[in-house]
C-alpha cells in the first residue's frame, strides 16, 4: 500500500473538489472526526500520523501532524470561501435538494 505526503497529489487523485457531498464526508466526517464510518474513505491514527484512504483507490495519504492537519483541511475548505466554508455549502446544496 503506497503512501504519500502530497497534499495537492493526493486530493487531485482522490477527491472530487466540485462535489460538496464528497468533500463534506472527507472534511467533516473523516478528518475532522477522524472516524472511520464515511464510505469511502477510510481512517486511522498511529501515533501522531492520520492515514486517508479512499477505499476505491491505492495509494494512502499521510496526515503527520496536527499542523498537516490544518494545512489539508484549508486546502479543502478553500474553493468554498465565497459560499460560507463547507459547512454552509453543504447545508445550502441539502437545502436545494430539498426543494
Known amino acids: 500500500m503506497p503512501t ?3 497534499f495537492k497529489e493526493w ?5 472530487e473538489i ?3 457531498n464528497e468533500v463534506w464526508v472527507l472534511f467533516y466526517q473523516a ?7 464515511y464510505f469511502p474513505y477510510e481512517v486511522s491514527r498511529i501515533g501522531k500520523s492520520l492515514y486517508l484512504k479512499d477505499a476505491r483507490k491505492g495509494e494512502t495519504f499521510a496526515i503527520v501532524s496536527e499542523l498537516a492537519k490544518e ?12 459560499q460560507g466554508g463547507i459547512e454552509t455549502a453543504k447545508a445550502y ?7
Open 4 to 6: 504519500t505526503t502530497n
Open 11 to 15: 486530493i487531485y487523485e482522490n477527491v
Open 93 to 99: 446544496d441539502d437545502h436545494m435538494d430539498h426543494d
Open 18 to 20: 466540485s462535489n460538496i
Open 31 to 37: 478528518v475532522t472526526s477522524e472516524s472511520d464510518n
Open 71 to 82: 494545512a489539508f483541511i484549508n486546502i479543502l475548505e478553500y474553493p468554498y470561501l465565497d
